[in-house]
């Protein structure tokens, strides 16, 4: 009896730890995930700046206006990027305390 309770026990440990490593394996893909989409969301958002000045370029006649436009487009795309830069930052920040927080 003491030889099946045994086993059962190490049964359950292999699940436990089976378990552990599948939820493991889960939080890096979504951390990868993660990464590539914010990736993905800074390359879609210097691709339409440069949709918009290329717009601006095209369209707009006076010269003066046009300068400011642009001016206005890449202040406003460094921005953005800066932005998506410091929120991937932040959440590899909080990635990194979650998981020493587990070990």
Do not use: P, Y
């Not at 436009?69 to 305390?97: P, Q, W, Y």
């Amino acid at each position: 009896m003491n030889e099946e309770n045994n086993w059962k026990d190490f049964s359950d440990d292999i699940s436990n730890i089976s378990k552990k490593i599948k939820s493991n394996i889960t939080d890096e893909e979504n951390i990868e995930d993660l990464k590539n989409s914010l990736k993905a969301t800074k390359e879609s958002i210097s691709n339409n700046f440069n949709d918009l000045a290329q717009i601006v370029e095209s369209t707009v006649k006076d010269e003066e206006i046009r300068k400011d436009a642009l001016n206005l487009v890449n202040s406003l795309r460094h921005e953005m990027s800066d932005f998506v830069e410091i929120a991937k930052g932040k959440v590899t920040e909080v990635l990194n305390l979650s998981s020493s927080e587990e070990e």
